[in-house]
């Protein structure tokens, strides 16, 4: 039987009206229209034409209904600025994700959640403190925010879009965390991204429809909080405060120049006019688009570990494709940037998973 949410779902992936399918189908708009409501059933020559048209195999629309994400439930980062267009896409992403979420799943044993419900807090200061506490972090900075998340039980996907609409969401799934994060953008970028949405998943989980303006401002203080822990700044930073100053330092805690700036002015050791002052030049110097001397990007141990085992058992990415029906370049993107190579020394952690018989 043809599924026709799957046909709704690969075309918001590959971001096409239904117009626009219809044209490199060579079927009707009203044809394609009818398909997505399940209203008609198509020939095996028009599945193929879909499938040639989106690149996806024919057997991705015979499969079960995808899992649909409660939208109500979804931290968006720069909601106002995603298109519809771009909505779905990330939405049809997350639903591929939880496909690909269930394979793992089905092949290996993963970390269960270690998150705190602090729902019911309000301060996202003393939430940040609450979670490192939780994590038994101290004050130290964090050596990889991928990392920490995923030992802790956080399914981190990567949502490939080459756009500055959207930064990363997350959600949960019964009793289970998401993130998805853009990693087109730079890696201070990310890193914060990540605490971001951990802000979101501990501090928001039942705070009904998100996002809100109030909500992305908690999530933004938890994330600066969590990351420069307001004893650790006070303690590094100088008395006397400058752009060179903010640069140096920003390497301690792999956070941007803008964000160590705002965090010092949170934490009232820059005065207005020196943050607006700081900012300004950090601007003329490239920092408010880019990260000129960035720190390395952080990568997923859970997927180097689960790459390296199939490739042990001469299984590739192509192979989990195929398991799942879906083409290789959307597997691919649910990973991008997540991991490189399998080849450089495995840094064992025992925490991440282990192979199930």
């Known amino acids: 039987m043809f599924n026709h949410k799957r046909l709704l779902l690969a075309r918001r992936r590959r971001r096409l009206t239904g117009k626009a399918l219809a044209e490199r189908a060579g079927l009707s708009a009203i044809t394609i229209s009818r398909l997505e409501n399940g209203e008609n059933e198509p020939d095996e020559g028009s599945v193929?034409?879909?499938?040639?048209?989106?690149?996806?195999?024919?057997?991705?629309?015979?499969?079960d209904d995808p899992e649909e994400l409660d939208t109500s439930a979804v931290s968006f980062r720069s909601l106002t600025k995603m298109s519809a267009k771009e909505r779905e896409a990330a939405v049809a992403a997350g639903a591929l994700g939880l496909q690909l979420n269930d394979w793992v799943e089905r092949e290996f044993t993963l970390p269960k959640p270690n998150f705190l419900d602090l729902s019911y807090?309000?301060?996202?200061?003393?939430?940040?403190?609450?979670?490192?506490?939780?994590?038994?972090?101290?004050?130290?900075?964090?050596?990889?925010?991928?990392?920490?998340?995923?030992v802790n039980g956080a399914?981190?996907?990567s949502l490939s879009e080459d756009t500055a609409s959207v930064d990363a969401f997350?959600?949960?799934?019964?009793?289970?965390?998401?993130?998805?994060?853009?990693?087109?953008?730079?890696a201070e970028h990310s890193i914060f991204d990540t605490a971001h949405e951990i802000g979101h998943l501990v501090m928001h989980r039942?705070?009904?429809?998100?996002?809100?303006?109030?909500?992305?401002?908690?999530?933004?203080a938890f994330a600066s909080a969590f990351l420069m822990p307001a004893r650790d700044v006070r303690a590094s930073i100088p008395r006397f405060i400058t752009v060179d100053v903010i640069i140096r330092?920003?390497?301690?805690?792999?956070?941007?120049?803008?964000?160590?700036?705002?965090?010092?002015?949170?934490?009232?050791?820059?005065?207005?006019?020196?943050y607006k002052s700081i900012c300004i030049e950090l601007g003329k110097r490239g920092f408010r688009s880019s990260e000129p001397h960035g720190v390395d990007r952080e990568e997923?141990?859970?997927?180097?570990?689960?790459?390296?085992?199939?490739?042990?058992e001469r299984k590739t990415k192509t192979d989990i494709a195929d398991a799942m029906n879906i083409p290789l370049d959307e597997l691919e993107s649910l990973i991008w940037g997540l991991t490189t190579t399998a080849d450089r020394p495995e840094r064992s952690d025992?925490?991440?998973?282990?192979?199930?018989?």
């Open 48 to 63: 193929i034409r879909l499938a040639q048209a989106l690149n996806y195999p024919p057997t991705f629309f015979s499969d």
């Open 121 to 150: 807090e309000t301060d996202p200061e003393v939430a940040a403190r609450s979670m490192r506490q939780h994590w038994a972090l101290g004050e130290r900075p964090i050596g990889s925010m991928l990392g920490l998340a995923e």
């Open 155 to 157: 399914r981190v996907f």
């Open 170 to 186: 997350s959600f949960w799934r019964t009793d289970k965390p998401f993130v998805f994060l853009n990693n087109f953008k730079t």
């Open 206 to 220: 039942h705070g009904g429809p998100q996002p809100s303006k109030a909500a992305e401002r908690e999530a933004n």
């Open 249 to 274: 330092a920003k390497k301690r805690w792999r956070v941007s120049a803008m964000a160590l700036a705002y965090r010092l002015h949170t934490l009232r050791l820059l005065t207005d006019w020196q």
């Open 300 to 312: 997923s141990r859970v997927w180097q570990k689960i790459l390296r085992q199939l490739w042990a």
């Open 350 to 357: 025992p925490r991440i998973f282990l192979r199930t018989v």
